[in-house]
C-alpha cells in the first residue's frame, strides 16, 4: 500500500501515528503540546481526506457538515448559513497539437467553449495567432496579487479567441488561479496547463502549430455553506470579536485551508472555556476561490458587524508551512504589536509586515475597504493551489501548533479585555 492511499485510509487514527518522530522526544515536550499537535493533526488529517474542497460541490458540502460537527463537540451551536452560486463543472478541458492531448483546467472566470473549441494557431501572447500562450507569475506571500497581474492582466485584455497559460509556482507543475472576477468573468476561454509542458509549448508557439483548445464546461444552480457560530461573552453591551478562515479552495488544500481551520477550531476551544467577556463570532467561509463568495454573503447577512465588531481576526494561507516565511499584516499599530506578542510568546518572529493602509489579502480585503479593524498572519508555500497540497508533506505539526496557542490565546484575552 502506498504511504499515500495508508494515510487516507487511517485518518481517523492518524493523529497518533504521524506524530512518531516528536513522541521520540516526549521527555522534553510538554503533554500539553503533544495534546494539541494531535488535536489538529486529526483535523487536517480528516480535511485532507474529504477531497477536493472547490465550492458548492457535494465534498465542500459534506466538509460543512462535518465543520460543524467539530464546532459541536465543544458544546457550541453551529449554523449552515447557505448562499446560492453558479457552479462551474469541467466537462473537457484539453489542448491538442501534433500528436498530443495535454490536459488542463480551465480559468473560471473567464469565457468557456463548446464541446468542439476553438482551432487555430498556437502564439506567443501578442500575437496574431488564434491560440496565445502565456505563462503565469509565481504566487508570493508578500505580493499575493502579483500572479494576477502583468501577463494574466494583458491575457484577459488580449484579442486571441483563446488563451494556454502555463502556470507559474515554486517549481514545475500546475498551479492554479484563483476566479477573483467569477461575478464578472472577462477575457477569452483560458485553459490552465503545467508549466512542465513549457519549453515543448513555447517552441510550438515560435512555430505557429495548428492547435485545438477545449474548455467546456457546465453551469450548474448550487448552494454553498459558511460555518457559523457564537461564543457569548459576559458583557454583551461590548463590541465583539471575528474569528474567520477560508475552507473551500482548490484540490485539497490542506496547508492553504487545513490550517486555517484546524487553527480556528483551536481558538474556538480555547474561547468556549474562556470566560470572555466580549461575545466572539466565528465564521468559516466557502467561495474562497471563487471572487470571496463567502464573505460578501455573510457581510450581506450582518452589515454592520464589519465597523462593528472591535477586531477581526483572519486566519492567512499556509499556515505551519514548513520551512516557509510569514507575513503579518494589522489595520493599525495597535493590532500588529498585539499580534507580534501573541506570536513572540511562541518564539515565533514576523519575517515580514505589510504596510496598514496595503491592499489586504483575501477575506480582510472585504473588511478594510468597509472601514473595519483587522489583523491576520500568513505563510509561504511550496505547493500554494497545487495537488501536492497534501497531508502529511505539506504542514509541519509543531509549528503549526505553535501558531495555534499563539493565537487562540491572543483572541482569548482580546475578548477577555473591555477597553
Known amino acids: 500500500m502506498r504511504r499515500r492511499d495508508f494515510l487516507v485510509a487511517a485518518a481517523g487514527a492518524v493523529a497518533g501515528a504521524i506524530n512518531r518522530p516528536n513522541l521520540l522526544h516526549a521527555r522534553d515536550r510538554a503533554p500539553a503540546a503533544m495534546e494539541l499537535e494531535q488535536r489538529l493533526a486529526a483535523v487536517i488529517a480528516a480535511y485532507d481526506a474529504q477531497g477536493n474542497h472547490r465550492t458548492g460541490t457535494p465534498v465542500d458540502n459534506a466538509s460543512a457538515e462535518w465543520l460543524a460537527r467539530q464546532v459541536q463537540t465543544m458544546g457550541v451551536t453551529a449554523e449552515l448559513e ?224 464589519v465597523k462593528g465588531a472591535a477586531i477581526w481576526i483572519f486566519y492567512g494561507s499556509d499556515i505551519g508551512a514548513p520551512r516557509q516565511p510569514n507575513l503579518i499584516h494589522a489595520s493599525d499599530a495597535t493590532l500588529e504589536r498585539w499580534l507580534l506578542q501573541a506570536l513572540e510568546k511562541e518564539a515565533i518572529r514576523a519575517d515580514a509586515k505589510v504596510p496598514y493602509d496595503a491592499p489586504a489579502r483575501g477575506e480582510a480585503g472585504p473588511i478594510q475597504r468597509g472601514g473595519g479593524r483587522f489583523v491576520t498572519v500568513a505563510c509561504g508555500s511550496e505547493a500554494f493551489h497545487n495537488v501536492a497540497d497534501r497531508w502529511p508533506e505539506a504542514i509541519d505539526i509543531a509549528l503549526l501548533a505553535r501558531y495555534a496557542r499563539a493565537l487562540a490565546t491572543g483572541a482569548l484575552q482580546l475578548a477577555r479585555e473591555a477597553g
Not at 108 to 136: H, M, N, R, Y
Not at 150 to 166: P, W
Open 82 to 305: 447557505p448562499f446560492e452560486l453558479t457552479r462551474v463543472d469541467p466537462i473537457s478541458s484539453y489542448l491538442r497539437l501534433v500528436d498530443r492531448r495535454i490536459e488542463g483546467v480551465p480559468l473560471f472566470d473567464a469565457a468557456f467553449t463548446d464541446g468542439t473549441g476553438v482551432t487555430g494557431k498556437l502564439g506567443p501572447l501578442g500575437s496574431g495567432a488564434e491560440i496565445g500562450l502565456a505563462q503565469t507569475e509565481p504566487f508570493s506571500p508578500v505580493e499575493p496579487r502579483r500572479a494576477q497581474a502583468g501577463i494574466v492582466a494583458q491575457a484577459r485584455r488580449s484579442d486571441h479567441k483563446a488563451l494556454v497559460l502555463l502556470t507559474g509556482g515554486t517549481r514545475r507543475g500546475l498551479f492554479l488561479l484563483n476566479a477573483v472576477s467569477f461575478r464578472k468573468p472577462s477575457g477569452p476561454p483560458t485553459l490552465q496547463v503545467s508549466s512542465v509542458e513549457a519549453d515543448w509549448l513555447q517552441r510550438q508557439a515560435q512555430q505557429g502549430t495548428e492547435a485545438t483548445l477545449v474548455a467546456h464546461v457546465n453551469r450548474t444552480p448550487a448552494q454553498a455553506y459558511n460555518v457559523t457560530c457564537k461564543v457569548a461573552g459576559s458583557d454583551p453591551t461590548l463590541s465583539p470579536l471575528v474569528v474567520m478562515a477560508p475552507r473551500s479552495a482548490w484540490w485539497q488544500s490542506t496547508s492553504e485551508q487545513g490550517s486555517r481551520l484546524a487553527c480556528w477550531l483551536e481558538a474556538l476551544r480555547v474561547m468556549a472555556a474562556g470566560n470572555a467577556k466580549r461575545d466572539a463570532y466565528f465564521v468559516a467561509m466557502s467561495g474562497h476561490e471563487l471572487g470571496l463568495l463567502g464573505i460578501d454573503a455573510y457581510l450581506e447577512r450582518r452589515p454592520e458587524l
